[in-house]
């Protein structure tokens, strides 16, 4: 189980590690855009990588390769709402094939699927942190060596508890 508090800190384990939560903090999430990271128990979905920028990547979960055409659609108009989808799209979305490192690997995590409700909000990863630990979008990020080796250590069955 891994455990995330309010105050940034990641433990899973003997793991322990810092971490950027929305810039709005943890709470409910009340709607799409609202810079919140929800609070709530969490599976895991799929992780994907960016083969180019790393090579050697241990995990017990199927890892899938990020293509260029890949985005996450953050448009409660469209159909594949909260889902991968396949560029160009006339619908807003989160490039996953990015200059910046953040999403160079993610952990998807079932926030608002099955069902999905339009506009409650979409795109809930655990992704790359920036240099100095910005806040996100609502996501959680962790310093790349620090994903890796929670990576290494969880499995399809291990839990997320924000709160």
Not at 29 to 57: H, Q
Not at 91 to 105: A, G, M, P, Q
Request: glycine share 6%.
């Amino acid at each position: 189980m891994i455990i995330i508090n309010k105050s940034g800190v990641l433990k899973y384990k003997i793991l322990k590690f810092r971490c950027a939560l929305g810039k709005a903090g943890v709470g409910n999430k009340k709607s799409e855009g609202d810079n919140i990271t929800p609070k709530g128990n969490y599976k895991i979905v799929k992780i994907y990588y960016r083969k180019d920028r790393i090579k050697k990547i241990t995990t017990k979960i199927k890892l899938i390769k990020i293509e260029k055409d890949m985005g996450w659609c953050d448009d409660p108009k469209s159909v594949s709402y909260n889902q991968l989808i396949k560029l160009p799209t006339n619908f807003s979305y989160e490039k996953l094939f990015r200059k910046e490192n953040i999403y160079d690997l993610i952990i998807v995590l079932d926030y608002n699927m099955k069902p999905t409700i339009k506009n409650k909000g979409s795109a809930i990863f655990i992704h790359v942190a920036k240099k100095k630990f910005s806040k996100t979008a609502g996501c959680i990020a962790l310093k790349k060596t620090h994903l890796r080796k929670l990576i290494r250590e969880i499995n399809k069955k291990t839990k997320i508890i924000i709160n």
